[in-house]
């Protein structure tokens, strides 16, 4: 197993001309992409570099001869002047579905193949609509430059005679389509089924009322509708959120990244001075920019439409609050940030800064730095551990998601990849096209199972001693390890699983927060290392342990010395000055907000006012990420930068500043002026960050498809990466050793036990400023097993009232037919008291 | 002697165009009481047209803020609905503004423009105290409706104006 | 053994009525051919008896038929057999008489055909509206398990087979065969891209043989009495018999079957006994609405009808659905019908055939109702010309044909006449 070849890295090469240019490419590459390679552009609509070939829209017609081959002799047959002679065939041949041949020669600009692209073009503007000038693709549209560079110049067509369809047609809350202007090229369907797994959209009838239609209910239900607006050649599907917001050209592009979720994809923050905002500058879209390594040039619907919370409305802070005759009030930076320090210096070693998993490595930087030079604690707001483990045994240089393929695995535990990490369940489902074996370990259903070898299933608990049962399917049996283990390792498919883990090449763990509260996490976390380290998968490119993070930059957090709290609520309370940044535990957890109350001197730091700042005794508030410098450390230990894309409010700074005020009034020296400042001190104390500079973070390659280079028909509107691509961070040098921990059985409750999950869309202080998600935004709920709502007579969609620690909350029930009895499924996020497993009551 | 002959006529030749000239009307007029008519051809302050129903014929593209070579115009569009309908189709100009101290009246706007919302008008007389005052909103730069047209937005009937170019005929 | 009586092969019910019963059919010896291939003969006997034999497809391509079969894919299994029941080009009704009058010699075929190529599945794809017909035809396969010659172990042996039937929903498109899959699968009736061939690439991604109805039902009798047998019927390079179809402005239309190299003044004017009310024979549509008009001069109708004799008069020989054009016809009438058949069937996968059908229905509309000028008809001759070769799959091209080839070969009836309004009045007597 360990010489595979890795199937997608194809090393023949074929020798072929295009226009007169010799090229040379691997073998099975299709000759629009040949051409590609080497700055020809062939006309395409229906083709797509990351969509299989369909041929349908005709548009890459071009002649294509091969080499005369004598039958008897076998031989190429030569003219009079020695070279071989070409046979054209008779008709055009579709540049996008023929793969290239050794000697074939392709030309594009003979009279004939114009004459086809024409004729083509004239036929798919006999049904599209001339309304440019109000279509939101204007400007940056396929069919807009193909027809100024290949079209006609007069029209044949009768304008009385055009097809009249429905313009304006909503196939989700969130997409429009324009029937009129549909080309039927059937990239959106094809993206749906091929790439994103949900085919919800799909053709109805035949010819010219061939259109678009949506299987689902609700429409367009999928978590990757915006990237069909990317790839529409026209402007047939547009978003809700950018419909009739700006014209392309109108629109200033900087580069971002989503601060969702620990993917880390980069984005092209469009923006644009609006009249409507008091003459502000705006986001008006957000956009994939390609990254082949991390998102390629996709983007969740959440990274696309949920950037709202960092708009500049009513709800922003824009000055210090300071609390006075029990209300927040309006006071100078330099009275709060005086009155911060005195009680600060007061606090002494009493002081408790919790970090928000969505803070630049700079602002973590300078909190942990501030908390430690005062003795206090640096605590970080995540449920999860291992932080330290993916130091050591994490992803390193080198890995890049697209290199697993035949002979490769890919485990996945206790994470729902799809709702807590999307773009990396689309390359997992990717990896296990190429062959790679998928394993997923979970207690309950996930799509990513569709695509998996081995589907393991355990009970809510065991996640760590799943792992250790597949490090014991195939090392040395061992008589002292817990029953719970013993019973997985007996399972016929944990065994096959371990067998395919061992013989893997190339292994990446993933493990996730489902159902794990702090300890269950540090517990997986140590098991999923043993995993590694005993099948040897560690410090080779592909190889390592990823942890699926609560937050955003809970990486980051790890790397610069913050560690979640076992007890927050214990912290809190204890806590002479606590400094909460981008945090919100009050709105996280009534115990929490018990504790901040009991806290001492309160200062929250938010770009919003939120649940805990409204407690707080000062409210400072920070720049949002649309409007600072930083870096992010993603999941794969990829260390990544985001630029201002618009100007904070006058006297806002990024959290690493105002924290470094603070710090200077303490006597702490801090770089309080660049982010990239920061950044260079983390580069020369942080091991793992050493030698990294701003410059190695915005180093750029050629990547392929290649797109973005204005022929926006190849690849789609998604922004070329001129910014950077990142640095992964290498694993650190020392190997770590075994070490077994018998894994602790769970905790058993009387009642119902309730497990915490993790959903993509859910209702926390990030997603609900965006109005444009709220139809897909689910209200609280839980998730109960048949058996169980059988027995307590509820019906799905029901409204029950759910007990958790302590806390009633109103919910919808829903049935989830995979669910073991006894378990129900509480999401974080909605309002409901869930930190780690717990007992829950439910009453109708 | 021929010299003095010549001297008398060229002394009468003037008197005779003094004395012509003083017969003729006065050239100059009493702006702003009396206003000379334009050239046909003249360019000077900007209109957003109607359509006879009252319907504004701007849909807000922005062609004309795209062609303008002073960087002088502004548009933000945003979404007709039938209860509230602006202009034909689904876009209109919510914002529009021209800045008249940056404007150099070239015509440029009024040939981008697909639906012939904006013309340039014979008005010349603009003047301003203050450099906002410069700034032409959609407000001011609209026709009224006709006495016969219901102003904008107007409420219609669902599907009666569902393109933004109405009128458009077979190119040739 | 099977009695044949002149040249009727495949339409033997129409010597022998009771052959459309089982029980005729056994009486004449059916499925002794079918016991003895299963017990006695390998597959690539069969498949070479076929081959010897030259049959070619009848659906329309004329591809030799034990050829296809040996391009099989044996690395792949399973194998698949799809009859193309899906008899849908305007003037052909040949398959429906087989199926309907002769269905077990029809059934027999289909049998002997998934054994040559070792499927154990076979389909019948029907159109739509042959509902009727496949409610039959599930009748007479429940009547062949009951008698133990389709199912598990047939005659001891290990082979098995089993045959369904599936109704399509209306799509001319399906009659393509890689539509037809699509259909079969229960997608969108849409061509899938070429090569892959069915041989290789068929039904769910496996190698699939597709046959029209007319061709497999002259296997039975190909196997039974011999390639060297078969081959006494037609040309040295188009054995056996033919259905030919015969409708139009002839006085006797209906099925024919005939040597392959008949003439068309032999089918025309001896067996479908020439044009009524002696007016004069004009156009020969030789395919359905699929084909080129051929001016029917004393050339063409002394043409063979044969896979290689048709393509010299610039026209092909198809599925054989002759429709006769008389010298009252206006041509202009004729292609506007088949210009809008072909825009209602197009599929709208590929650009050129889903706009280009639709802006021909357009202009042919307007010449039809005297709206259009001169410069119309060039217009769309240049729009069926800008479709051809460009086209994914067949019909976009057949789509053409009649376009082109009226324009070419009749200018006289599309010279438009200044001031005629319409020409409604004189097309009075076409839809008598």
Redesign the interface.
Known sequence: MTDAVKPNVETTLVNLTIDNVPVSVPKGTLVVDAAKRIGIDIPVFCYHPKLEPVGMCRMCLVDIGLPAVNRETGKVETDKQGRPVINFGRALQTGCTVEVAEGMVVVGYTEKVQKARQDVLEFLLTSHPLDCPICDKGGECPLQNLTMAHGRSDSRFIFDEKIKLAKHVPLGEMIFLDRERCIQCARCTRFQDEIADDPVIGFEARGRSLQIVTYSEPGFDSIWSGNTTDICPVGALTTTDFRFGARPWELQASASLCTHCPVGCNTTLNTRREAKAGGEMVVKRVMPRQNEEVNEIWLCDKGRFAHHYAAKDDGRLTGPLVRRDGKLVAATWEKALALVAEKFEGAGKGLVTLAGGKLTNEDLYNLAGLAKARGGKALLDSRMAGGDLTAQVGLSTGSNLADLGKGDAALVVACDLEEEAPLWWLRVKQAAERGATVIVANPRRTKLERHAAFTLRYEYGHEAALVTALVGSFSPKRADLPAAVQALIRDKDVKDAGQAIAGAKDLIVFYGSEGTGLAESAALARACANLLIGTGHIGRPNNGLVAVWDKANAQGGWDMGLRPSADLAADLGAAKAAYIVAADPAGDSPALAEAVKAAGFVVVQDIRLSATAELADVVLPAAAFTERDGTFTSGERRVQRLHPAVPAYAGLRGDFAVTAQIAARLGVAQEKRLATGVFNQIAASVPAYAGLTSAALSEVREQWPVIGRGDVYYGGTTYDNKQGLGVQLPVSGDSPALTFEQPAEPAKFKGLKAVPVTRLYDRGTTVTPSAVLHPRLPGAFIALSVEDADKMKIEPGQKVQATLNGVTVEVEAHIDNSLAQGVVLAPRSFGLAIEGPCEITVKK | MANVIGSIAALMNGMWTVLKQGLEGPVTVQYPEVKRPVHRRFKGRHFLRRYENGLERC?????C??ACPADAI?V????NTDDKRYSP???YA??Y?INMLRCIFCGYCEDAC??QAIVLGDNYEMSFTDRSQAIYTREMLLDPAAPDARPTPQKVAPGSF????PD????? | MSTVKGSHILLRHRDNPALSTFEGYIKDGGFKTWKQVVTRMTPEAVVNEVFDSGLRGRGGAGFPTGLKWRFIDKNNWPHYVVVNADESEPGTFKDREIMESNPWQFLEGVMLTAYAVNANVAYIYLRGEFWMLAAELDKQIARLRKEKLLGMKLFGTDYELELHTHLGAGAYICGEETALLESLEGKLGQPRLRPPFPPSFGLYGKPTIVNNVETLANVPLIIEKGAKWYRKFGTEKSPGTKIFSLSGRVAKPGNYELPLGTTYGDLIMTHGGGIPEGRKIKAIMSAGASSTLIVADDKALATPMDYESVPALGAQLGSASIIVIDETVDLKWLVDKTVHFFNHESCGKCTPCREGTYWMNNITQRILHGEAEQKDVDLLKDVAMNMKGKCLCALGEFATEAVVSSIERFPKDFKIKAGAKTIAGELKVMHD
């Open positions: 849909i807000g593209c922005s062609l803020a795209a502004f933000e569009a945003s979404e189709g689904e876009r919510s914002t503004e697909p639906t569902d393109r933004s170019i458009m005929k077979d190119p040739d």
